[in-house]
């Protein structure tokens, strides 16, 4: 299909409005009036293409997930791996209510155990102080709902941490945690006889996890249908993954593949994708100290490949750019998610699903051979080519079995163009 049959197709199916099959047709590209109110020396802006990935059923449930990236093979890795699960039923997933952490860092502390014992006596009383504001969050069943005190030996001595522990219903949370810190530290101070530093949310939502579980027979695992076929594959990917699981160099780049899904769709909806990677990187650590795999992989009695991941996922659908950017509107829309917690099952579907594309992929033809037929285009336009040039030498470039490189596209093009 053509860009245009495609958005049509989209949106007859999605049901979107004018407004958001206008921001998808318009490139997604802001104003700079609009712009200008985001950041700081704004000078323009700065587009990346937005595919769908299709075959994913969740929780019972289809969904078309728009993915914002500029990398080939992406879209089309995470569609194929979604089909595969079908005859299991797809993606189920679990996730936790959305709650996000404040910390209040409080130093100069004489005696630890009083200031400590201070604090979780007043609990209840620092919880309603918190939460009496006018907040729609709050109003909605949302706030703070616990406070934790943790002790954190360090070289300047040991820190009393506070941890405020906020349900932030449908949104990312970040600026109501972080007003909430710094209303209450004054109150802590007092009840600590200490003095309080950094008031920040942490970006490690450790309470507000995701979780996503599949399973894929062998015979659709297979590269020929079998189930023999389909068996081997399978034993090439727990291969693949128990590298990952031990080796830090495998799994940076295994990780990497699952965040090229996850934080393309928190992209695509307006999300804080940065905020995203480093709580998932940092959530891999937490067992004992050592950088691992964020996704497991296993075989059941059956000879199934079940999958699971589960990994913080701090995200909203009120507020912050999901409401702001026309284009993330219309993806939300594409999407039709009606809560945070639906939104973050599906980016948790969408990693597991590239994460099996890729291991499949680097456990039996190689990454490469899939991901150059797809990158045809991109090497035809690097070399200079226009219009019909870019379809044709694209052809040549996936039907060449030799070497390709981008000194042979250009070799190509000039050829074409003196015949």
């Not at 985001?38 to 700065?46: A, D, K, L, R, S």
Request: aromatic share 4%.
């Amino acid at each position: 299909m053509t860009v245009e049959e495609r958005r049509n197709l989209v949106a007859d199916a999605a049901n979107l409005s004018e407004e958001h099959i206008a921001a998808l047709s318009e490139h997604g590209e802001l104003d700079e009036t609009a712009a200008d109110r985001m950041i700081e020396n704004v000078i323009g802006t700065m587009s990346l293409p937005v595919g769908v990935a299709t075959n994913f059923v969740v929780d019972g449930k289809h969904y078309l997930i728009p993915f914002c990236l500029e990398e080939s093979s992406v879209v089309a890795a995470a569609s194929n791996m979604a089909k595969r699960c079908l005859a299991h039923g797809g993606f189920t997933t679990r996730n936790d209510a959305p709650v996000m952490i404040g910390q209040i860092q409080l130093l100069d502390i004489q005696d630890l155990n009083a200031a400590e014992e201070a604090i979780l006596g007043q609990k209840d009383a620092l919880m309603a102080f918190c939460n009496d504001v006018p907040s729609r969050m709050i109003a909605l069943g949302g706030g703070c709902k616990d406070i934790e005190v943790r002790r954190l030996p360090t070289e300047l001595g040991t820190m009393l941490v506070v941890h405020l522990l906020v349900d932030c219903r449908d949104a990312m949370g970040a600026n109501a945690v972080n007003t909430m810190a710094e209303r209450v530290a004054p109150r802590l101070e007092a009840l600590s006889s200490g003095r309080a530093h950094l008031r920040i949310l942490s970006n490690l939502a450790g309470h507000r996890l995701a979780r996503v579980r599949a399973v894929f027979s062998p015979e659709e695992m297979a590269s020929d249908g079998t189930r023999d076929d389909g068996l081997a594959v399978i034993q090439g990917i727990l291969e693949a993954h128990a590298f990952a699981v031990e080796d830090p160099f495998r799994a940076t780049t295994h990780n990497k593949g699952i965040m090229n899904a996850i934080s393309s769709v928190a992209l695509a909806c307006g999300q804080d994708w940065r905020a995203i990677e480093a709580g998932c990187h940092a959530w891999t650590t937490m067992e004992d100290g050592r950088y691992t795999s964020m996704s497991s992989w296993s075989e059941d009695e059956n000879g199934n490949l079940v999958g699971s991941m589960e990994l913080p996922m701090a995200v909203g659908i009120v507020g912050g750019a999901s409401k702001v950017h026309p284009a993330a509107k219309a993806n939300l829309a594409v999407l039709g998610v009606e809560t945070a917690q639906e939104l973050a099952g599906i980016m948790l579907c969408a990693g597991l699903a590239q994460n099996l594309g890729a291991l499949r992929a680097l456990s039996t033809k190689g990454i490469q051979a899939g991901h150059m037929k797809l990158h045809a285009k991109n090497m035809a336009v690097s070399a200079g080519a226009e219009g019909e040039e870019v379809d044709l030498l694209a052809a040549r470039l996936q039907a060449y079995e030799g070497h390709r490189t981008q000194s042979l596209v250009e070799t190509w093009l000039d050829e074409m163009r003196r015949a």
